[in-house]
């Protein structure tokens, strides 16, 4: 008999209390913080998946580790356990650590990339495509064709488009220091790419002879859905998966924060001799030495346990299926959502469920404030204010308006998710009556994170 009900494979031991709040307190809570979520205290959020970036909670193997932590300022074991287990699963020559991934972005691009280059990858998520545009660049996204569809069901949406990627490296001949896959693609859904599509898009790197990099922060969630979707790998376990994931490529970056299963921490990884060395001269310059690289001693050990963890198959089913069950209820209740559900988080189609609203009032933003002001929930808007301003300063919409719900790791349980389903379900029955906001404070660069909006109509929900 197979049964339906998930269950968490782990126990609770330790607990932190949420607190609830009233409506009439939220609504307070967003005037004050600008009706940015990113500004709410977290103390005034009962569900908070603004991200799944650091937010996990750490296994008592991964606690044990963190005691043997050795905070030697160079050549600490604690690095040497690190740099196995990375070499483990990516198979990379040097592994160089930092203290998150966008600081890994920061030093590959900044050693690696100039004024005028271009970059193409899947679709580049928001620290990525700023620290290249930080450069003088041009952050090149080149996703499939499904992943435009939110509604589209198909295994892996995630995909780059190879014919483009093909035709850019042609006909830009010294001007791609590199190319990119990010895995799963985030911007797009959360949806993964297939072992087929890395490798051919590897064979092509390699005949314009272009180094191929993956943004390699949930390679053990796409390594499941290869698992579960693409013919040949069902047999394979995850770490094999990933293992032949990281063969086809020149190396990595990698927010230990997510698919590391740690609160803090990142890395480079490469083959490259001579850009290693002067991504480590960057690296002491801005992170610190090679064999911390920003991190304590402890916190390279919780990584190297979480990176092995991450590929346990026990948690990655009930991870992507807890999703996949809250994908289903909004299925059953008709609220649009990108199809078929990611693995790190759910994703919304606030394009689709708020149509009355123009992309310039910011249908998913809206949208997020008002799952906070009716449900205490907090999640991230994946469109036209994270994506809309160009670098010249003019502003054109998001290929996706999306709203993200990002499941921290072994945090939360099945009931917490069915309560946020039935927040959802009432956000749809408020659709019509929810409405716009503007900008009224923003800064140059990633302005998502401290922008502060007003509602167009002096309300979220009007007609109350």
């Known amino acids: 008999m197979t049964f339906k009900t998930i269950i968490e494979p782990f126990r609770i031991k330790t607990v932190e209390p949420i607190r609830h709040t ?8 967003l005037a004050v913080a600008g009706y940015n979520l990113f500004l709410l205290r977290a103390e005034d959020v009962l569900i908070d998946l603004l991200t799944d970036s650091g937010t996990g909670a750490m296994s008592s193997a991964q606690w044990a580790g963190m005691m043997q932590g050795d905070e030697s300022y160079a050549g600490a074991r604690s690095f040497y356990r690190f740099e196995a287990a990375v070499q483990e699963i990516t198979g990379l020559k040097h592994v160089i650590p930092t203290h998150q991934g966008r600081a890994a972005e920061r030093i590959l691009f900044g050693t690696a990339v100039n004024a005028g280059d271009i970059v193409p990858n899947n679709t580049h998520f928001d620290t990525t495509r700023a620290n290249i545009e930080a450069r003088g660049a041009v952050a090149l996204d080149i996703p499939c064709d499904e992943c435009r569809h939110p509604q589209l069901e198909a295994p892996f949406k995630g995909n780059i488009d190879l014919a483009a990627l093909e035709r850019v490296l042609a006909e830009n001949p010294g001007k791609v220091p590199l190319a990119m896959i990010t895995v799963t693609n985030n911007s797009g859904g959360g949806q993964p790419v ?16 272009v180094p191929f990099y993956l943004d390699a922060c949930r390679f053990a969630e796409n390594s499941w859905f290869i698992k579960l979707r693409e013919e040949g790998y069902a047999d394979k376990t995850p770490l094999a998966i990933a293992q032949e994931m990281f063969s086809y490529v020149d190396g990595c970056t990698m ?22 060395r002067g991504c480590k001269n960057l690296l002491i310059l801005t992170e610190g030495f090679p064999t911390y690289g920003g991190l304590a001693g402890y916190d390279l050990e919780a990584i190297a346990v979480g990176l092995k963890e991450a590929l346990d198959e026990d948690y990655l089913r009930y991870r992507i299926r807890s999703v996949a069950y809250l994908g289903d209820i909004c299925q059953a209740n008709g609220i649009p959502h990108v199809r078929p559900t990611g693995g790190h988080a759910l994703y919304l189609d606030a394009k689709a469920l708020l149509p009355h609203i123009p992309w310039n009032e910011y249908p998913a933003w809206a949208l ?5 002001l009716e449900g205490g929930v ?64 923003e800064p140059p660069v990633l302005r998502h994170f401290t922008s502060r909006f007003a509602p167009v109509a002096g309300q979220l929900v009007v007609g109350e």
């Open 255 to 276: 927010s230990a924060k997510k698919d590391g299963m740690a609160n803090i921490g990142g890395f480079l990884a490469l083959n490259d001799d001579s850009l290693a």
């Open 378 to 441: 907090r999640s991230v808007p994946i469109d036209s204010v994270m994506f809309g301003r160009q670098p010249d300063g003019s502003e054109k919409p998001a290929a996706l308006e999306l709203l993200r719900l990002a499941f921290p790791r072994r945090v939360y349980t099945q009931s917490h998710v069915d309560y946020l389903a039935e927040v959802l379900v009432l956000a749809k029955q408020l659709a019509p009556r929810i409405r716009g906001v503007k900008i009224v404070e």
């Open 22 to 29: 009233t409506r009439a307190e939220r609504e307070a809570a």
């Open 194 to 209: 297939s072992l087929a599509n890395i490798r051919a898009a590897s064979a092509i790197c390699r005949r314009h002879s």
């Open 368 to 372: 997020s404030l008002v799952l906070y």
